[in-house]
């Protein structure tokens, strides 16, 4: 029996997961984003980023003073990912894995982040549940992705604001256009999936042409509505992937 692939689309590998972190090497929004979540945590926090790909935002965190763990399904990413931790000097656990049946224990962590990755999964709701198995009592979650009501012009002011080459930039926005909408989620069903989920509940902002999504682990299971938009923990758009 043929096992369903963990990912939509074509897989992060080879030649398409290093042109992927060669063009968001330079990109500054991961340390804009790390800096919002660091000042939420207490010193020594545990966080776990699942699909860290190149990982920047995890060796970021690891600069910081966090034990830091990242999981990815693409080997590629591990690889360059763990180049990158070595480059930096610091200290990061990446591991091959998939989102949806992580290898941690129960309680391991107390931060899950998902920065544009989580649109690609294609068992987003084991993903959830996963991410809420392995908190502790008030843990988070925080996932950072691409809204599927993003127009053609706020995307590509985006693609814009990256300064790519000519040829990047076109393909950057092929890539919006013809997979990264194609997967995103609308507000209704992303919060959809969070009331079937583990969690229940969640808070929803809208960030530019992305969102953040805020997730907390009760220490009892509350209420399965989820609420409407939110104030979250400050961030910016995440970049896209």
């Not at 691409?146 to 012009?153: H, V």
């Not at 790519?164 to 069903?189: D, G, H, I, M, V």
Request: charged share 25%; aromatic share 10%; proline share 4%.
């Amino acid at each position: 029996m043929r096992t369903a692939k963990p990912f939509k689309g074509p897989a992060m590998e080879g030649r398409i997961a290093r042109w992927y972190a060669r063009n968001t090497e330079g990109d500054t929004r991961f340390r804009t984003i790390a800096e919002g979540v660091a000042a939420t945590l207490a010193p020594g926090a545990r966080i776990l980023e699942v699909a860290p790909g190149p990982g920047y935002f995890a060796i970021d965190l690891a600069k910081r003073g966090f034990s830091v763990t990242g999981v990815d399904i693409s080997r590629t990413f591990v690889e360059i990912a763990e180049e990158n931790a070595r480059k930096a000097a610091v200290e990061v656990d990446f591991q091959v894995g998939n989102a949806s049946a992580l290898p941690f224990a129960d309680g391991a962590f107390d931060l899950v982040v998902c920065m544009a990755a989580f649109k690609n999964f294609s068992d987003p709701l084991n993903a959830l549940d996963e991410a809420h198995r392995v908190l502790g009592p008030q843990g988070r979650a925080l996932i950072y992705d691409l809204r599927k009501e993003a127009s053609r012009s706020e995307i590509n002011a985006e693609v814009d604001a990256m300064r790519l080459s000519r040829l990047n930039s076109f393909w950057t926005r092929q890539t919006f256009r013809w997979f990264l909408l194609k997967n995103a989620y609308t507000r209704e069903s992303l919060l959809g999936l969070v009331r079937n989920s583990r969690f229940g509940t969640g808070l929803y902002r809208e960030d530019g042409i992305g969102f953040e999504l805020t997730l907390v682990k009760a220490a009892e299971v509350g209420s399965q509505q989820a609420r409407g938009a939110g104030e979250g923990i400050p961030a910016a758009s995440s970049p896209a992937r």
